[in-house]
């Protein structure tokens, strides 16, 4: 059985206390699906990236700058809510 959003998303929860999702992490999920989170509450994007960790796929350098802009390869990434008004 494929695993879904939600799972996916409880799994994190249970591992650690207010996960960040990438985008790259999300994208395997339906759009439909992340949309219905996003609306019910369960998540909620961050504020926007001005760097990010450089990824373990690239070779060795310092963070990566991000840049706002709707390509492929724009960073976007989401949260559960904090739990009793911790952030």
């Known amino acids: 059985m494929a695993e879904s959003l939600l799972g996916f998303v409880?799994?994190?929860l249970d591992q650690i206390e207010s996960p960040v999702f990438l985008h790259r992490e999300?994208?395997?999920?339906?759009?439909?699906?992340l949309a219905a989170c996003v609306s019910a509450g369960l998540l909620r994007e961050t504020?926007?990236?001005t760097e990010i960790p450089r990824p373990a796929h690239l070779p060795a350098g310092g963070d990566?700058?991000?840049h706002s802009g709707e390509s492929e390869h724009s960073v976007r990434s989401f949260r559960t809510?904090?739990?009793g008004g911790r952030v």
């Open 64 to 66: 990566l700058v991000a």
């Open 81 to 83: 809510p904090s739990v």
């Open 47 to 49: 504020s926007k990236a």
């Open 10 to 12: 409880l799994t994190r």
């Open 26 to 33: 999300l994208e395997r999920f339906p759009a439909s699906d």
